[in-house]
């Protein structure tokens, strides 16, 4: 009855001192050190970074990055972006010719154009995969459409850093969540420093111009799983081709709620229903409104 042990569970990583935190990922718990520049894990973080759903840099195998990082030449992904400035210091490393540091280097600028979706692939945060960065970009392109910004990069973060609720997409939970929230209060100046270096595609604002404006001025609302659209930015392409709006939640100015699953029971649903907005399927989509 008395051994019980109680394991003491670090609250600092061993390795940078940072506060660590424990993730639920699936069913276990994993302590994580939720530093993005962190040395326990500087070498995976790069990995990522240059990795092709991420930023897609070639030329920067697991060999060359530790060798970057031994020779103090690179001590987090912002560096990479420095790195054309050291081309000597290439230049002397162990099977680093002129044409393979040119190429790296080619590959480091033209990364530099990025989107929101492979900038928070590259950010690591915890439980955040590309699944996820994909859902959050489309979200975040929505809410930076309807609120007059130019960038949804700049939506993310904001929301990112103040206390916006992301379990509003579908597919994050309350984990994810959090792991967002945690990373950014750990990170936020490495993450504005990181975005410093890239440029970003601007939301495009301009009308599509089409000669079907069938839903002109028409708004939407979309939740759940789709089967005639094959997936949501067809049916958002689609709906936009026809001069309508989609939109990230139900309001008063919402014209449609789309959604295969009416009796869900989900809070776009119970408010659509209190609004008495149509709640419309795919099908009903399809066959009366084009
Ligand atoms: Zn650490």
């Known amino acids: 009855m008395n051994n019980i042990k109680f394991i003491q569970i670090p609250e600092v990583c061993p390795i940078c001192g940072k ?18 520049g962190c040395k326990g894990k500087l070498l995976g973080e790069l990995n990522a970074f240059v990795g092709k759903k991420a930023h897609d ?35 002397r490393l162990p099977r680093m010719g002129a044409k393979k540091i040119a190429n790296i280097l080619d590959s480091i600028e033209s990364s530099r154009n990025t989107t929101i979706e492979k900038f928070i692939v590259g950010l690591n945060i915890p439980l955040i995969g590309g699944r996820a960065a994909k859902d959050i970009a489309r979200y975040e392109e929505i809410r930076t459409r309807e609120s007059g910004m130019l960038y949804p990069f700049e939506t993310f973060i904001k929301d990112a850093a103040s206390d916006f609720n992301f379990t509003c997409i579908e597919g994050l939970g309350t984990e994810r969540n959090i792991s967002i929230h945690r990373y950014f209060k750990e990170n936020y100046d490495y993450v504005i420093a990181l975005a410093e270096q890239f440029i970003f595609s601007k939301l495009n604002n301009d009308k599509i111009s089409s000669e079907n404006d069938s839903l002109s001025g028409k708004k939407f609302c979309i939740t759940g799983k789709l089967h005639i ?10 709906i936009e081709s026809k001069g309508g709006k989609v939109v990230s939640g139900v309001t008063k100015a919402t014209d449609y709620l789309i959604t295969n699953d009416k ?8 408010k659509a229903s209190e609004l008495n907005i149509p709640i419309i399927s795919e099908e009903e989509y399809k066959n009366k409104l084009n």
């Open 263 to 270: 009796n869900s029971g989900s809070s776009k649903n119970k």
């Open 57 to 91: 840099i070639n030329g920067l195998s697991e060999a060359t990055l530790q060798l970057l990082i031994d020779t103090g030449l690179v001590a987090s992904p912002i560096d990479l972006y420095y790195l054309k400035d050291h081309s000597t210091e290439l230049s």
């Open 19 to 36: 506060p660590v935190s424990v993730v639920k990922e699936n069913d276990s718990e994993v302590l994580m050190c939720m530093n993005a």
């Open 229 to 238: 659209f094959a997936n949501r930015d067809e049916l958002v392409a689609d």
